[in-house]
């Protein structure tokens, strides 16, 4: 499997989501938003969901790398909830390329968790924020290979 950059890799978990992912609510085909869209990544065709996507090139973990905490700490204090979220794990095990994605409805604010990066970091002092104890949450099982 040749690595990918974030970027790389983060568009293409959104468009494997979008081909290989129906809707969990309705059933009908997802769409991916475009670029530099606010909290969400995918949305569906024929009802009003949307979701988050996050791409790691790795087995199923519990900590994954979210975003930019600005957003999501506005929307959250606003009384809105985390956007619901796929995660989309690629492995290569044996020479046998993996893959799994979970499907997770709710993810509780405790389980966000802020950070900040260096001074010294591309983008210093940028305000991140990671996904925490996930393998702690209620999820589907959407796709496994």
Not at 40 to 45: L, R
Not at 73 to 100: A, C, D, H, I, R
Request: proline share 7%.
């Amino acid at each position: 499997m040749l690595k990918k950059s974030k970027k790389e890799s983060g568009n293409s978990g959104e468009q494997e989501i979008v081909n290989i992912v129906p809707c969990p609510n309705c059933g009908k085909m997802l769409m991916k938003l475009p670029p530099n869209y606010p909290l969400y990544d995918v949305q569906c065709t024929g009802c009003s969901f949307r979701a988050q996507v996050k791409t790691n090139q790795s087995k199923p973990k519990s900590v994954v790398f979210g975003a930019g905490w600005q957003i999501m700490n506005k929307v959250l204090k606003s009384g809105y909830m985390t956007p619901s979220l796929f995660l989309n794990f690629k492995w290569s095990e044996k020479g046998e390329e993996k893959q799994e994605i979970k499907f997770y409805p709710f993810v509780p604010k405790k389980n966000l968790s802020n950070y900040k990066l260096s001074k010294t970091a591309r983008r210093a002092n940028y305000e991140m924020f990671v996904y925490k104890d996930m393998d702690k949450l209620p999820h589907f099982l959407v796709y496994r290979k």
